[in-house]
């Protein structure tokens, strides 16, 4: 029998796709959503669990990358190969020495070591595995299932399929252009199945775009030959990878400095930010700069890199976006696009927010599909009640959020200077709380 095409675009159709992966796949798509959310504040959140990350006394200027990576190379001296330094992005901000591929991990999937120093003193904080660490490892969860390449080819397929069930979202959101007003109107007096089924639409259609883009870009990222390849722009969707360019000059007693590769480097971008520094490979390897533009949208991972031949000092090879073709200025706009960060501290809050659409739309999409099954109840909807309750929720977690303030106030005193002096700011505002409460 010859399928009617004109049937598989019917409404019914539509309903059963989105059905279906909403069903089948929408915990998984709220996963991705949350733990992408998370992960857009993953070192703020980082220093947040681990306040020796935070610069207590700043000074001017920092420490010279070769004094960075001697302290560096005298707590780690059995790593031999290549570092890199990345700088930090504030004041009070640590360097991060990342070392790929230590003995420790060397078979995993992506677990490199992360050294955390002080860019004022050289002291070395901290050293971690990538992984093992909460935000590390919530965004390895984001990015690969915590299946290493299997699960990135997965998250791969779920950016197509959450494409898909926002597509046929919205197709199923249109009400015609008759009925387009009360498309967007939100009913509590017809009971809480038709204000959640009313609430879902209404988010679905306001966050579509905005997921449709997070997909897109989030699918090219987890397989970015496909892009790449069309795009002839090998190695630029993250941004910290490039071709392997070697030192040509003849090896000799007197190498090239980090400090003079960097001065090299600023050479054709003198109001550029240096933003990685990686030490060569062998007598043949080059220093790679990373160096960030004040217009590249890329604030994290910019794609302007240098590479210095170790002996001769001499330029190498020159990656400059300002060159770019129009296909391979999309391909680095992808990282900046995904997370947020090209349209600055405001857009990341906004990526936050979208990032739990998809944890809300499949819980009421599933509490109304419950009810239609017959498996729960409606039941009025009490906005009074609501409040109520919700008031009385957040004034328990505000007591508990103080409590364990005070309680940790001590260790915090004893671990960190400046916590003395903010303890003395608080205090107030703490004897105000135990008055009220």
């Known amino acids: 029998m010859p399928i009617s095409f004109p049937r598989l675009f019917t409404r019914a159709v539509w309903l059963k796709v989105h059905l279906y992966l909403a069903l089948s796949l929408g915990l998984l798509f709220a996963l991705m959503g949350v733990t992408g959310s998370l992960s857009i504040y993953r070192e703020e959140l980082d220093e947040l669990f681990n306040p020796k990350l935070v610069i207590d006394q700043t000074q001017d200027p920092m420490l010279s990358p070769d004094k960075i990576i001697a302290a560096v190379r005298a707590a780690h001296p059995d790593r031999h190969g290549v570092w890199t330094l990345e700088m930090p992005r504030t004041a009070r901000g640590t360097i991060t020495a990342w070392f790929e591929k230590p003995r420790e991990t060397f078979d995993e999937f992506y677990a490199p070591l992360m050294v955390s120093v002080n860019p004022y003193t050289g002291e070395v904080i901290d050293s971690r595995f990538w992984g ?10 984001h990015t690969q299932l915590q299946m290493d390449g299997f699960g990135r080819n997965t998250v791969a397929a779920l950016a197509v399929l959450l494409m898909l069930s926002v597509g046929s979202g919205l197709y199923l959101w249109w009400p015609g252009w008759r009925q387009l007003r009360q498309a967007f109107s939100v009913r509590s007096d017809a009971g809480l199945m038709r204000w959640l089924f009313d609430l879902h639409r ?23 030959p496909l892009l790449e390849t069309l795009t002839a722009s090998a190695g630029m969707g ?28 600023r050479g054709p971008f003198s109001s550029s930010e240096v933003r990685r520094i990686s030490t060569p490979l062998g007598d043949t390897g080059t220093y790679r700069i990373n160096l960030r533009q004040r217009n590249e949208i890329n604030q994290h991972h910019p794609i302007t890199m240098v590479w210095v031949d170790r002996w001769s000092g001499q330029i190498r090879d020159v990656r400059n976006p300002g060159k770019f073709t129009a296909g391979q200025s999309f391909t680095t706009w992808l990282w900046p696009l995904h997370t947020g960060e090209a349209f600055g501290a405001g857009g990341r809050f906004l990526w936050f927010i979208v990032g739990l ?15 239609r099954r017959g498996a729960i109840k409606d039941r009025p909807v ?19 959020a103080v409590k364990t303030l005070v309680s940790l106030q001590p260790v915090l005193t004893a671990t960190k200077k400046h916590i003395g002096k903010a303890k003395q700011q608080i205090k107030p505002w703490l004897k105000s709380i135990r008055r009220n409460f």
């Open 132 to 141: 093992q660490t909460l935000t590390t490892w919530l965004l390895d969860l």
């Open 202 to 224: 209404l988010l679905g259609f306001f966050s579509a775009g905005l997921l449709i883009l997070l997909a897109f870009t989030g699918f090219h990222l987890a397989y970015p």
């Open 238 to 265: 993250h941004g910290d990878e490039g071709p392997n360019v070697r030192s040509t000059a003849i090896p000799n007693d007197r190498p090239v400095s980090l400090a003079e590769a960097v001065l090299v480097a």
């Open 357 to 371: 659409m998809p944890l809300l739309l499949y819980a009421s999409g599933l509490l109304h599909w419950l009810y």
């Open 382 to 400: 009490d906005f009074s009640g609501l409040r109520q309750a919700s008031t009385a929720l957040l004034e328990k977690a505000y007591r508990i």
